[in-house]
């Protein structure tokens, strides 16, 4: 049991994907994984533990921003002896080609997060970067089943109603979409030599204005989980 997870030593999995969305992990848990327990309602950040395809995952909500993902990961990855960890989410496009409800993987994830920059005490500006061994996996497992999958560089935004950020610039530089936790999680992950990559199901469109509903992003982005799903197993 640690501060925030309500669970005990292996009651969860070694691979964990996690969603913003307390109510997603929910979604996920009930409709994909079998054998299913529950493990965690602390601050009903809801924790499952389950089978898919006869293999032990984990789902756990992460909560929004990257100071309460590093919260959940730093427990998982420490205290529970996770060792690989998918966050499952939406994002907001920033290019054209890139459209709603296709599928993005984080590469990588550029912040305007001080939390990244403290870290390092402003020595560097240092680059998270998601695990390659995953990042393959889930792009072959994407392209395989026919998706509409772009990888490259994401925003990890600190703050998610931001008038001043320049976004066309960031599009120029080849910024795909915009998120908010990629960045601390690909930080953690670096720092304890564990694995973790980002998949974001693009639910609105800066550029447009298209958008999904709260109800289509908890419940109908099921090509991202289970992409995310076959990746862990």
């Known amino acids: 049991m640690s501060v925030h997870i309500s669970a005990t030593k292996g009651q969860i999995a070694e691979s964990v994907l996690m969603p913003g969305d307390p109510l997603r992990a929910k979604y996920i848990a009930e409709n994909y994984l079998t054998q299913v327990e529950q493990y965690n309602a602390v601050r009903n950040m809801f924790g499952y533990t389950g089978l898919y395809k006869g293999q032990k995952v984990s789902v756990q909500g992460s909560g929004m921003g990257i100071p309460s993902m590093m919260i959940y990961a730093n427990e998982l990855y420490t205290e529970f002896d996770v060792q690989r960890i998918i966050r499952v989410g939406s994002g907001g496009s920033i290019q054209e080609d890139v459209h709603v409800r296709d599928i993005v993987l984080g590469q990588a994830a550029t912040t305007d997060s001080s939390i990244i920059t403290n870290i390092f005490r402003n ?13 393959d996996k889930a792009y072959h497992h994407a392209v395989d089943r026919g998706s509409r999958v772009h990888v490259g560089n994401i925003l990890s ?42 998949i974001v199901t693009i ?18 982005f099921n090509e991202m989980m289970e992409i995310a799903l076959d990746t862990v197993i």
């Not at 639910?203 to 109908?220: F, K, V």
């Open 123 to 135: 020595q560097v500006t240092y680059a998270p970067i998601a695990s390659f061994n995953l990042l």
């Open 157 to 198: 935004s600190d703050r998610f109603y931001n008038a001043e950020l320049d976004k066309m610039k960031l599009a120029e530089y080849g910024v795909l979409a915009i998120e908010m936790e990629a960045a601390g999680l690909y930080a953690l992950a670096a720092q304890h030599k564990k694995e973790a990559l980002a």
């Open 203 to 220: 639910s609105d469109h800066i550029l447009t204005g298209e958008e999904t509903t709260a109800q289509e992003r908890e419940q109908t």
